[in-house]
């Protein structure tokens, strides 16, 4: 593992799930529900078993069936840049990164996860293991070879998990952008992680309502309770309107994938060169915790540590997210 730390003079630990309570509990004084770590998913069907994947018009149809939503950029012969974004939101979220891409040559791609966006709301599947295998099906439908995968929060979970299932035989490259990897919540071999109790909160609002709880996400992760902040209403009005297209079901389900999820071994099957950027106050996805600590299980991951990110960082700080990147594809 390399590490690059622009700012090694700032304080880049966050503690526990201090941060992240902010945005869950804290912020908006939730009485923490029950654990949610008995909850399961419905099973995936098998009615549609065995079919390929296929891209009609702008969705791509999965092996159970699934609609998936794609919007493809740039030149098709460019080389591939596949994004996978976080939750709640949609694949616009990546639209900075992927126009100016695209305009540097490269064949950008984004759908929209299961139960999220565009994208049909099955009712189940809502799960790390269903999001890689649609990403597969992406990947599968549009014949995407030596593709750069860039993965944000849920999205970074998203990217390693597809690797870890389906191998790197399509994958050149690797990004993780505020990722959730290796895990968010406290276990016994993650004691400084986020308690459980921070998502049951996040659970019992969502569940409550969610509109206000979208409206409220956007200040902690933006980073706009921060001095000095330029708020953008029109970012906020962007997440929250990318948040409500979802369903209320995949979205509540979601948020087990992407505290519970156990990916040690996922990290370490991705092979191929990783960068890892993070910024040193994301105040939702804690940095010692997670993107130090997947940069350490990475065969060949580099820590990028972002002076000042938020969790939304490619949209607060894009420009400097999309020289990163354009630098890490190139070389």
Same mark, same amino acid.
């Given at each position: ?59 791509? *149809? ?32 990546? /639209? ?11 064949? *950008? ?29 992406? *990947? ?17 979970? /998203? ?37 459980? /109790? ?19 996400? *956007? ?33 509540? /389900? ?78």
């Amino acid at each position: 593992m390399t590490i690059q730390d622009s700012h090694p003079s700032r304080r880049t630990v966050l503690s526990g799930g201090a941060a992240l309570a902010v945005a869950g509990s804290g912020l908006l004084g939730v009485t923490a529900g029950p654990a949610a770590a008995a909850e399961k998913t419905a099973p995936r069907p098998d009615q549609t078993k065995g079919t390929k994947p296929m891209l009609q018009g702008s969705h791509v *149809t999965t092996k159970d069936g699934v609609q998936i939503h794609v919007k493809q950029w740039g030149p098709q012969t460019g080389q591939p840049v596949v994004f996978s974004h976080g939750w709640p939101l949609t694949g616009d979220a990546f /639209e900075d990164q992927m126009m100016f891409l695209a305009q540097h040559g490269y064949r *950008t791609i984004a759908h929209d996860r299961r139960g999220h966006g565009r994208s049909s709301q099955p009712g189940f599947g809502n799960d790390l293991d269903h999001y890689a295998d649609d990403l597969a099906a992406v *990947t599968e439908a549009l014949d995407l070879k030596n593709a750069v995968h860039v993965g944000h929060s849920t999205g970074g979970g /998203e990217v390693a998990r597809y690797i870890g299932r389906h191998g790197v035989s399509r994958v050149a490259k690797a990004v993780l952008i505020g990722a959730i990897t290796p895990i968010m919540v406290k276990t016994a071999w993650n004691p400084d992680g986020v308690p459980m /109790e921070v998502f049951d909160g996040i659970r019992a609002s969502v569940k409550a309502d969610r509109s206000q709880f979208f409206k409220d996400l *956007t200040i902690p992760f933006y980073g706009y309770n921060r001095p000095g902040a330029k708020v953008s209403q029109g970012v906020i009005d962007s997440f929250w309107l990318q948040g409500m297209m979802g369903g209320l079901q995949a979205e509540y /389900e979601c948020i087990k994938a992407f505290s519970e999820t156990d990916q040690r071994d996922d990290l370490k099957k991705m092979i191929v060169p990783t960068l890892v950027l993070h910024g040193d106050d994301d105040q939702v996805v804690p940095l010692a915790t997670t993107g130090k600590a997947a940069a350490a299980m990475l065969p060949k991951g580099t820590l990028k540590v972002i002076p000042g990110g938020s969790h939304g960082m490619c949209t607060t700080q894009k420009d400097l997210i999309n020289e990163e990147l354009l630098a890490f594809i190139r070389a």
